[in-house]
């Protein structure tokens, strides 16, 4: 069973749980989902309004890469247990068996790729909330500032559980591109996602 068909409470129950999946990988890709649907949320409150009219078509285009951006990230949550799942059956593999280290690797390598693309899609969530915040109703603009704050914490989860990888892989040449790119991505995260924040808290003071 796809861990989406879950309710909110067994999904919380099953993370609480004392196995490996879902772990901080897929719950990062969950907060980056909402994250993405609280933007949706603010273009939907937007349509339709006079007042909104001459933004109406960025509205919809924004909202149409919500969605995408939405079920990506749901379809991770999946996809991140999938990765996790033969690297901690690797961690088993006794330590002087044949190709071991090999093994060790490559499941090192599929693990963090994952979250990196949680992290590259909850990035694009960011950039989205800026605009929802930006353009959409007066009304909603806390949805988006709380929408850029998730994305955030899921940019940060997912983050962490690229490095986890990156940080027990031989081949450091590979491990120093992943590295290289999360601290991009951590760096113009932050800064976009705390603009938006503090524009909404200012506005709303």
Same mark, same amino acid.
């Given at each position: 069973?796809?861990?989406?068909?879950?309710?909110? @409470?067994?999904? =919380? !129950?099953?993370?609480?749980? @004392?196995?490996?999946?879902?772990? $901080?990988?897929?719950?990062?890709?969950?907060?980056?989902?909402? *994250?993405?649907?609280?933007?949706?949320?603010?273009?939907?409150? =937007?349509?339709?309004?006079?007042?909104?009219?001459?933004?109406?078509?960025?509205?919809?285009?924004?909202?149409?890469?919500?969605?995408?951006?939405? !079920?990506?990230?749901?379809?991770?949550?999946?996809?991140?247990?999938?990765?996790?799942?033969?690297?901690? @059956?690797?961690?088993?593999?006794?330590? !002087?068996?044949?190709?071991?280290?090999?093994?060790?690797?490559?499941?090192?390598?599929?693990?963090? /790729?994952?979250?990196?693309?949680? *992290?590259?899609?909850? /990035?694009?969530?960011?950039?989205?909330?800026?605009?929802?915040?930006? @353009? $959409?109703?007066?009304?909603?603009?806390?949805? /988006?500032?709380?929408?850029?704050?998730?994305?955030?914490?899921?940019?940060?989860?997912?983050?962490?559980?690229?490095?986890?990888?990156?940080?027990?892989?031989?081949?450091?040449?590979?491990?120093?591109?992943?590295?290289?790119?999360?601290?991009?991505?951590?760096?113009?995260?932050?800064? !976009?996602?705390?603009?938006?924040?503090?524009?909404?808290?200012?506005?709303?003071?």
């Amino acid at each position: 069973m796809s861990m989406n068909d879950l309710s909110i @409470k067994a999904f =919380t !129950d099953e993370l609480a749980a @004392k196995v490996s999946v879902p772990g $901080g990988g897929g719950a990062s890709a969950l907060v980056g989902a909402l *994250a993405s649907a609280l933007g949706s949320m603010v273009g939907n409150f =937007t349509l339709g309004k006079k007042k909104y009219a001459d933004v109406e078509p960025d509205i919809i285009r924004l909202m149409d890469e919500a969605a995408k951006l939405q !079920d990506q990230l749901l379809a991770c949550i999946d996809k991140d247990a999938e990765g996790f799942e033969p690297l901690s @059956k690797a961690y088993g593999i006794p330590k !002087d068996a044949p190709g071991r280290d090999e093994t060790l690797e490559k499941c090192l390598h599929d693990a963090a /790729a994952v979250p990196m693309e949680i *992290a590259e899609l909850s /990035a694009k969530v960011i950039a989205l909330q800026q605009e929802f915040a930006e @353009k $959409g109703s007066k009304l909603m603009v806390s949805d /988006a500032g709380c929408g850029a704050t998730f994305a955030r914490a899921a940019l940060e989860g997912a983050i962490l559980n690229v490095r986890v990888n990156t940080k027990l892989m031989k081949d450091r040449e590979y491990a120093e591109k992943l590295n290289a790119r999360v601290d991009e991505l951590l760096a113009a995260g932050r800064k !976009d996602a705390d603009a938006v924040y503090n524009a909404v808290l200012d506005g709303l003071k």
